[in-house]
């Protein structure tokens, strides 16, 4: 029996198109965008200016308060300008233009093939090294990695839990990590075990990736307290409270963070990252991005240096197809339509999911029929149909004891409602203006 | 038979009889001491209820003015200064007069203006869609078209022009309570003056960008050039974050900023069309007649 | 490009279910007791279930054209079901012009009138029901002696009792359940429906066949069903365990009247009952009580449509007062 969380889940077609294909890495483009902000948290400090020139890995944006990152040079080259730049949110946005040329890096950095096991640093050593690196996490939502290694008084870390899950359809750059870096991922769980003081590790694998789960499972042999775990093929088991849920049986608390059930969840592309921040010196300026849907010539997964502009990536991919109907960055559940293909990659671009016209549009909008698909699919236990009404007639008091604040934002309601009822988007809505009332309230 | 029907009259009659008189002493221990003013004052407004005051309801709003005794910050929008005068005979007091205002809508990117660049699909509420995006036309401070404001007024001032993809305020029945501008997320709609004559020029933008990508938006975007502000002879315009204001206390309504706004980001409402050129001859210049300058 | 990309917020992806497909899942699982009608009722199992599908139909579509101006929903097939369910709901010997007004009732007054599809507190059918069954008590309650097609019986009765009907009258008269029992055409002529009643009530087996169908396609859940049925089966099994002689058994319950298609096709109704499975399990268990004490207490030999009904105006409070397992909340510790 395959280890699953309880409450509600959605099954929607998995469409790994791009599973096959190893990564390639992407040619340097000539001009990369870089955001000066992104991640979760204060927003950094641009550090260069027009005309600058700067190294590969240089730290060109500085991290400002407690919950803030650092922002490194995916390139070499010369500072075009500092200006505002449409990226995937839809807005303009301050960004850092460099006019890249060959690659030079800064001192320091490793970047031999050598996989390195040895871990020499302490732990204050090793979140410092994080912090400095930029790192932040790379499942999406861009959370300061250091920031979560530092655990609050009062609580104790218990498990580290590895997010393998890629529950998303379309996605494959977790997948295809996995199978080509998965002894570094395996060291980088190892630092991260050592920087929060654990002493066990799991990995949590979804079952429709047979090979990482092989792969992985045969690698941690050879390290201690990493255990790897297949879990049921379930949409959103890669949430990390669902995750939690299905590896440990524990419940994270509504409205506290993971760290009171004793768990710390990363996913396998943070851990990449620490491995390379820790082991190579390296700071954090490219990540996998999958290129897929079923618009896309030729799905595939990419290197990508930070920055780089998505039409760059959708020209290896055997470039814009005709019938292209919607750019999605991330997956089809959860991620973010965008306005164009120019916008530029940053930390948390997991995929770029061309969509073809016919798949584009949203179904019609019947009434509601109170069938509660939508409250048997929620995986927090809510009422979506309520939620969703409270919200759309403005009933800001009763939408906050409904526990709208509880609501991941998976997108499973929506997904399953027979009507077609646009159940997400006025939850949404409801969050933010319940959310902006509560924080109003904590003012006073 | 008839004691039947004796005795139901009479037992039912002195059941009501004792209910009327328990009823009467309760109603007089009980009774509510009020202001009677207060319901004077109710029985003069408008009733709308619409919170344009600033207060809970028409009668939130007499109470308001009998118990603190004076008309300081009372107005009600949609009565006007005629209703606020008869309240203000109630009371003993001078009403002041205020100008009548309106709710104006500051932007004016009509489809044709500020054509789109991707096409949007869901719920017809600009609420979500600010969040989600900065506007099918690009513009982040743009009105979004879809109609938060329409629901909003309960006076049924505003519609959305199908053509232009931009609500209109019907000038009559708007009221100037407020609702418009409380309920679009981009604060786009703001209250001014009427105006004499029904005239107002105000600037039609509220975009905050630098001149270049504003304009990329939308042809009738303020760039924040500044030109309007040398041209204003009231220093009634200012120039702050790339957009320029006009204060409708200060505007004497002359049109000089209109003509200089190189973007017709400016708008003139309700005036009268202006004469074709050649230039009015100012009396400072040393131009010569109009018939000369043709040679 | 010249066309312009899409936008809008997430999912982008959505499933291909509809409430088309849901509403066409319930029309197929009810075929097989639509065939066993016809069989034993012949021409008139037609007309009843025809005249009433259409007048349904008819009915919503002249309503949301010329008196309400919304959208139009026939489409999504709702109208129909409410249709047939009716014409399930009465005997074959009906006259026409009753039915269209019970099509008239269920449609007009019990679903459009709250709304349209998605508002209607009560099942439209069952107030379309229960209306003609109060207006017009006597045909409604004249109920035709089966007449398989293609045998060769000659029957002398023309109308006939149900065994519900023939229970309680029998039981009021002083005689005893078992004497009663002779009477009754036996359990599996009833299972299959070789038993007096109205369209659908006639065989357990083709309902429960539907009532297998609309579970694989997953268009009714476990919660109702399952506590209705036990509820009835465990209430009549403790009275009859007590009383033999005044209670009939409960599998004499379960297979006569309508209590097959109440729970699995009325009750099971997802705009009139709670949305959360704790909620529904106490709907469930409301019906079989109220059905219950009706059938052996109340003044109509059959209670389930009244119960289903009683129960929906409930639906709303048990919507408030029993919500969903939440994800996440912390049982106060114990002192």
Known sequence: MLKTFKLGGVHPPENKISAEAAIETLPIPKRVYVMVTQHLGAPSVALVKKGDDVKTGQLIAKSSGFISANVHSPVTGKVFKVDDVMDQSGYRKPAIIIDAEEDSWVDGVDNSGDIIHAITLSRDQIIQRINEMGVVGLGGATFPTHVKMMIPDGKKAEYLIINGVECEPYLTSDHRLMIEKGEEILVGTSILMKALGVSKAMVGIENNKPDAIEKLTGLARNFKGISVHALKVKYPQGGEKQLIKALTGREVPSGKLPIETGCVVDNVGTAYAVYEAVQKNKPLIERVVTVTGKAAFKPSNFMVRIGTPINELVEMAGGLPENLGKVVGGGPMMGKALMSVEAPIVKGSSGILLMPVEESKRVDNKPCIRCARCVSVCPMGLEPYLLAQLSKNEIWERTETERVMDCIECGSCHYTCPAGKPLLDYIRLGKNKTGQIIRSRGKK | MNNVILVAVISLSAIGATAAVILYFVAQKFKVIEDPRIDEVEELLPKANCGGCGYAGCRAFAEGIVKSGNLENFFCPVGGNAIMSQVAQIMGLVAEEKEPMIAVLRCNGSRANAPAKIEYDGPATCAFTHNLYSGESGCPYGCLGLGDCVVSCTFGALYIDKATGLPVVIGDKCTACGACVKACPRKIFELRNKGKKDRRIFVCCVNEEKGAPAKKNCEVACIGCGKCVKACAYDAITLKNNLAYIDFEKCKLCRKCVEECPTKSILELNFPPRKVKPAIVEETSNQSSPAEVTQ | ?335
């Open chain 3, 1 to 335: 490009m010249d066309k312009l990309l899409t936008i809008s917020g997430s999912p982008h992806v959505h499933t291909d279910d509809s409430i088309r497909k849901i509403m066409f899942s319930v029309i197929y699982a009810m075929v097989p007791a639509m065939l066993v009608s016809v069989y034993f009722f012949g021409l008139d199992a037609i007309r009843i279930i025809a005249i009433s599908v259409i007048s349904c139909v008819v009915v919503e579509y002249l309503i949301q054209k010329y008196l309400i101006n919304g959208g139009m929903t026939i489409n999504d097939g709702s109208a129909i079901v409410t249709g047939v369910l009716l014409a399930f709901n009465v005997p074959s010997n009906l006259p026409t012009w009753i039915i269209i007004v019970g099509a008239i009732v269920s449609i007009g007054v019990a679903k459009m009138a709250f709304g349209g599809i998605g508002k209607n507190p009560f099942n439209p059918a069952l107030v379309g029901r229960v209306f003609l069954l109060i207006s017009f008590p006597v045909q409604m309650t004249s109920w035709p002696v089966p007449k398989p097609l293609f045998s060769n019986t000659v029957l002398d009765a023309v109308t006939g009792p149900t065994p519900l009907g023939i229970l309680k009258e029998g039981l009021s008269a002083g005689k005893t359940v078992d004497e009663l029992m002779a009477q009754m055409p036996g359990y599996l002529n009833e299972l299959i429906g070789f038993q007096g009643g109205s369209l659908g009530e006639m065989s357990a087996l083709a309902l429960l066949l539907g009532a297998v169908f609309m579970f694989y396609k997953k268009v009714i859940t476990w919660h109702i069903p399952v506590s209705y049925l036990l509820t009835a089966f465990v209430f009549t099994g403790i009275l009859w365990l007590i009383d033999p002689s005044q209670y009939a058994n409960p599998l004499f319950h379960l297979v006569t009247g309508g209590l097959i298609i109440g729970v699995f096709y009325m009750a099971t109704d997802m705009v009139s009952t709670p949305m959360a499975p704790k909620g529904q399990i106490i709907f469930g268990i409301g019906c079989g009580v109220l059905t219950i004490l009706i059938r052996l207490w109340g003044g109509y030999p059959e209670g389930v449509s009244f119960a289903i009904l009683i129960m929906n105006a409930f639906a709303p409070l048990i919507n408030t007062g029993f919500k969903p397992t939440r994800f996440g909340i912390i049982k106060p510790a114990k002192a």
